[in-house]
């Protein structure tokens, strides 16, 4: 089973569309999706900050940034 990381933070709209977006997308494969919140990290924070919502696949180590469709989301886990 592959998993996919999703770097998002609290009061984030967009995060929350590509939360529903991953919703749908568990429902259509056998994904492990594991939300981070990066506001618990300096070292995330930097690194995502201004990309967030972002999708990373652990086992290609491909990331996905938003803006996103469920076609991008169908291609990371390819």
């Given at each position: 089973?592959?998993?996919?990381?999703?770097?998002?933070?609290?009061?984030?709209?967009?995060?929350?569309?590509?939360?529903?977006?991953?919703?749908?997308?568990?429902?259509?494969?056998?994904?492990?999706?594991?939300?981070?919140?990066?506001?618990?990290?300096?070292?995330?924070?930097?690194?995502?900050?201004?990309?967030?919502?972002?999708v990373?696949?652990m086992?290609?180590?491909?990331?996905?940034?938003?803006?996103?469709?469920?076609?991008?989301?169908?291609?990371?886990?390819?």
């Open positions: 089973m592959q998993t996919l990381i999703f770097y998002t933070t609290d009061d984030c709209h967009l995060c929350e569309e590509a939360a529903a977006l991953l919703k749908k997308l568990s429902s259509l494969r056998q994904i492990n999706i594991e939300p981070i919140d990066i506001s618990a990290s300096e070292s995330l924070i930097h690194l995502y900050g201004i990309r967030i919502p972002v990373k696949n086992q290609s180590g491909k990331e996905l940034g938003w803006p996103f469709e469920m076609s991008d989301l169908l291609n990371l886990v390819r």
